[in-house]
């Protein structure tokens, strides 16, 4: 097998540790916790794992631990870390005793199901160090939420002799973990549970969760891609580059980039929300800004999109709801033999306000909207390229303001989307870094019997030496949300906060933004050799966050 | 301004030099040249410039050298390292008499015909040290091709004092450089022309050019790009990404990206068109490999695919030709009311041949080639996303045989497409040092009286120190090529050659690449300050080029 120069160089780095592991250490636990909202609800469905104390590890005395067998899963999408969150755990069950085991089941949550596994050696483990993917022993998307599946597990567990299972995931994962741990604390199992707070998405935070692991590299990675996409617009100063960035249900990650890399525009989901605007508001508060930037001669820029975008926009959401009952098993309208036709009989199906929405749409993305449907006949939002809606849209719009002499420049669009080329990017330093301390800190959690907790590693806005580890109650993040029309306890996520320093920030410079190209910033590759604050600095979010400069 | 700590540490880098350039130097010629072909013809074309000698640069005495006035354009499209062959001929003519004075044209040719100039003073160029983009001055497409565009730019280096011009540019540009060092000289102007060989394509290069400059950087980020998502095509194993690469004359990116990663299946149009293969075969070729790996359970995979592809397919070619000349000022087909009616016009006019071609293309693939146009009615090739037809046409293929029993895997693929992600990366510390170099050697070019040359250096497999800087008669590159129905004299363009090693690597490799991902290799992102043989790695068509292991 041959590798790059720089896999090869990069499987020798040592992450940096905090000084708390550097001793023997022991618990200090702190009051008995609450859910962030709808306690008695929480406490009733949770009642073996709600309220424990948020624990602390301290400097204590050496003592022996005995062995101990832990099975490590993987769930939903990649992120740059997950092997070191591994390896992680791995050097910390070896430190303990050295006679304890690591297991990974191969698959995700479903390979657990299924008792697909495979015992971690220290020769797996240590070439998988520092490098991106999941691939050590692959994820999946499976809900553990079956007795069944519960079942499954803890036959395993037993046939294993499994004692722990830590659980990396983001939000839903890691409810599933709790809901486990709370089944098997009510079997008497004696299985802990353990998770790990993971996504690129960067929406499973909370006062006591600073980030999710990967976030930090992949907007590094699309911020490396922007700059380089600035400039060369501000070289050839022909284009507009509209950017649709990963980031569904959150715009953490758009919010990021556009701190890391100041583009001229900027769309935030919570904001298009929160001001109850249209789609057309969006697309005139773009032609807007072009239009001013045309006047000072500057026909080109650069344009941020979350992904999930059009789903915070009531009308849309609508319109879409609104086709998926249309079209839903509806054999009268596949069975119509061209595309006008289907157009038609959408159009005279519509209520008033649906069709107004449907007709604000460019033809293109209209037929693309009924045409990429899923199994169930729902329309697949997430295949919905919203840049180039942008685009035909603010093109009608520019069109129009130009015969009536309001706009004189000229306009052509590149259209780009960034997802996959970011979430198993060789994980960052900070990200290195970050998931070896979650995988650390999941043993010693293991160690100390806790279960229904998760690792997390605080004050990472300072250097790795001074962050602290810490697990906390799985309940207390938690809320009840109505998911698929049932009530369910699940964490809460975290959207961007409008009142937060990095929303601010971006406001407070956005005008300047928007008009001076000299404002770009051009982040370039992440870097893993040189001086610290190149190699070393975590996201502009997580800074301004606890209140530093950027 | 705010800049990234990237930024701000890379400005201090010093790009390593030849060991030649350390002493004072003097010019040693070598044996008169002549053309690559056509020689009667390139000599009758350029009287003055034809059959210069190539010259080296030699150990020799301190001289004094006049006080010199030049003027520089960056020309076509962007490529990592032209703000350094600026700095490199900034430094060099500091060097040579502190008073030497250094013009930039703005925006390129069309800037000097346009007499648009700024003085590149050490404080401008110091704040574009090593940085991606041609923002410094900016470039245009603008082909100086007229006796009037000739005589304005004599005007504006009389008007300044300008001795010499470098244009830095590809193939056409260093022609055109050829065909203004021809002009000056025949009308005893005094003013040189140098040229330097720039181009992300890779395709400008010959016996004595091993590589032209933004190729390293640009390779080197796709191939990031094209690593991260292999490993997450391994993690996930749902996907089968299919990637184009920018490249639409020849397909030396793809060819390069592939050697660095490793992907399951790459396209070499220049091979395509070599065997003659359809659409068809090409789709046929990768449904086979998709069909053996879903036999061995694999459902994912990596497509790389040259931008140029379908150019290279002489029934397509044929096809848009045919389209161009129906569609073009065809008001007829312009009135129809819809894209049904137009579909079936189009059916209506084209010749059996070119039906069976049309007919076999995915309808919103038709549609998009006949809707974008340019303003004289023709397809615009660039914007079809070969990606997405290639999905499309293999996924229906699959679909059949599926039906027919001999495939029973799962597909489904991503399209992606890398171009302008690459063009204006901060340059690796290949290309800083070697358009540095570049830049220095068209100083001393210049000194020594040289015109209708470009700058050279060679022997760039070794380290930096045992680099050989030269200067090649632009005509010696030339030979005579129909353009546009006319015969003209061109540098000839370097397709891949598939007698040559890196071809030959691929060749030797791509079926056991196919069939195991676990050949992927993730080059990760381009690193500046780490191990020299992670930083300062030529590209692998480079040394394979040379003879070298990779």
Redesign the interface.
Known sequence: ???????I??AWYMPKMPVAFQTDIELEEGESTESVADQEEIKNLFPYTYGQPIVKFVPGKSQEYPKITVGVILSG??APGGHNVISGLFDGLKRLNPANKLYGFIGGPGGMVAHKYTELTKEIVDAYRN?????II??DRTKLETEEQFNSCIDICKQLGINAIVIVGGDDSNTNACVLAEYFKQKITGIQVIGCPKTIDGDLKNEVIETSFGFDTACK?YS??I???Q??A????K?W?FIRLMGRSASHITLECAL?S?PNITIISEEVAAKHMTLADVVDDIARIIIDRAAAGKNFGTVLIPEGLIEFIPAFSKLIQSLNNLLAQNDEFSALP???EQREYIKGSLNEEDLVTFRSLPIGIARQLTRERDPHGNIQVSLIETEKLLIEMVAKRLAQLKAEGVYKGSFAA?P?FFG???????PSNFDADYTYSLGYTSSLLIANGKSGYMASVRNLSEPASQWQPIGVPITMLMNMEQRNGKRKPVIRKALVNLNDAPFKYLEKNRREWAANH??F???????????S??CD?PTNTLLLEHGKEV
């Open positions: 097998m041959k590798h790059s120069p720089l896999q160089a990069r999408g990649q490098t991106g993917g999941f691939d692959g994820s990675v490396e891609l700059g380089n996409i400039r060369d501000a070289s050839s100063k284009y580059h890391m100041q061209t595309a006008d590149i780009h996959y080329e970011g979430r198993c990017a060789i000299s404002s910033i051009y982040p370039g590759p992440i870097q893993y050799f040189g001086p604050e190149v600095q």
